[in-house]
């Protein structure tokens, strides 16, 4: 589960944690604001004990009805929900990373282009679905839902 985000790695070099695969089920999730070659913020639920990312460029949306491009990543370990740090140049996504909001999910529904949840969290609170783009597998829309 974990082979794209190690292959990717010097763990010699990076303070990023290597990880392993858990067994999950806390339904956490974590936003985190990356200084990379762009500004961009990592989206990640924890799900069958890995973090499921995306890459938000303009950041979660905030207002009902607001869509965001969210590039679906390879999975992170669950040890990456606490991550803060300089990723050292040279290194795959060198840049400073700082936690933007984290708390937990209720997972509303998960369908293999779908998926619904009720975030709790300071930032980011009520409904959101990630919604899979046909014929770009990666490319997915995070969108606020209406709440109440």
Do not use: C
């Amino acid at each position: 589960m974990l082979e794209g985000y190690r292959a990717r790695r010097d763990f010699t070099a990076t303070p990023e944690p290597e990880g392993k695969a858990g067994r999950g089920g806390e339904n956490r999730f974590v936003v985190q604001e990356h200084h990379a070659r762009s500004l961009h913020y990592d989206f990640r639920l924890e799900m069958d004990g890995v973090l499921r990312s995306w890459a938000v460029p303009k950041g979660p949306p905030l207002a009902p009805g607001v869509r965001r491009l969210a590039v679906q990543v390879e999975d992170h370990p669950v040890e990456y929900i606490d991550f803060e740090g300089e990723i050292p140049a040279g290194q795959y996504g060198a840049g400073r990373v700082s936690i933007w909001d984290k708390g937990t999910y209720v997972l509303q529904e998960s369908k293999p282009d779908e998926l619904k949840v009720s975030l709790k969290g300071k930032k980011l609170r009520g409904h959101y679905a990630l919604v899979r783009l046909p014929k770009q597998p990666k490319n997915w829309l995070l969108i606020k839902g209406r709440d109440g």
